[in-house]
């Protein structure tokens, strides 16, 4: 039997001390399996990022248990949860976290050059997955002469390049467009229909319908954790095509 993706187990997270103390997270258990695609929800100040930089290993909890592929992650020292980070997660940010003056062929090879691969490697797999994001003719374009919605598919190339366990996404959307933002979801559909495993951390309904899961936060806690239907997720892409 294989181990869930995420293991999350009865997670807390305080900042600060005494009077200043904020209980931001307050005790979250979820498992995520493989190829699930799941919206995280919640108002500012629920949580939400908070969260992510625990699942992405970005931060550590409070108290409380999580193994990411079936790897403890509270049980490694810092240079164990760069080499974790590396190798299973691709993260995905609001302001895309591109490297200004670098192609987008060099910035999707980054994230290999600390994983051992050769360069010819290298190259053939940044092609593949820029290609998979509709960007073969913008390669060797730096990120201030591409479109928002562009440099989001750029980042999204780089965090599947290293074929990574989890996909991590915090407001992908968010600095976007309706037409890049359906460009950016009809994508994550695409990898969601590959098989990829996708968290994707947003407050708009509208992102949320295309996950089968939507987990809702409220204080630092889980309200609500329901499925839906892949159907509810049809891109919008298609949408236009058929209206
Ligand atoms: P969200 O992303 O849903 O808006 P956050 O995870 O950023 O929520 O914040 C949750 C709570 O934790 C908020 O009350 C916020 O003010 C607090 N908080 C977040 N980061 C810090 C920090 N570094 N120090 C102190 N409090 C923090
Ligand atoms: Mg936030």
Do not use: W
Not at 21 to 45: F, H, P
Not at 154 to 160: E, I, T
Not at 181 to 205: F, K, N, P, Q, W
């Amino acid at each position: 039997m294989t181990a869930p993706v995420l293991s999350v187990q009865d997670i807390v997270k305080v900042y600060g001390q005494g009077d200043a103390e904020v209980r931001a997270l307050r005790g979250i258990s979820l498992t995520v399996e493989r190829g699930d695609y799941v919206a995280i929800m919640g108002a500012s100040g629920s949580g939400k990022s908070t969260l992510m930089n625990i699942l992405g290993c970005l931060d550590v909890p409070s108290s409380g248990r999580y193994l990411i592929d079936g790897t403890d992650v509270g049980a490694l020292d810092e240079h164990q949860l760069a080499v974790l980070r590396n190798r299973k997660i691709g993260f995905v940010f609001q302001s895309f976290n591109l490297i200004p003056r670098m192609s987008a062929l060099a910035n999707v090879e980054l994230p290999m050059a600390y994983g051992g691969v050769g360069a010819a490697e290298r190259r053939a797999r940044a092609l593949a997955a820029l290609e998979q994001v509709g960007l073969t003719d913008r390669i060797h374009h730096e990120p201030n002469e591409l479109s928002g919605g562009q440099q989001q598919r750029v980042a999204v190339a780089r965090a599947l390049v290293t074929s990574p366990a989890l996909l991590l996404a915090d407001e992908p959307t968010g600095n976007l467009d309706t037409k890049s933002t359906g460009d950016v979801l009809a994508i994550l559909d695409e990898l969601s229909g590959s098989g990829r495993t996708i968290v994707i951390i947003t407050h708009e309904d509208d992102v949320a319908t295309h996950a089968k899961r939507v987990i809702r936060l409220v204080d630092g806690r889980i309200v609500e954790d329901r499925r839906q239907a892949p159907a509810d997720g049809l891109p919008p892409r298609m949408l236009e095509v058929t209206s």
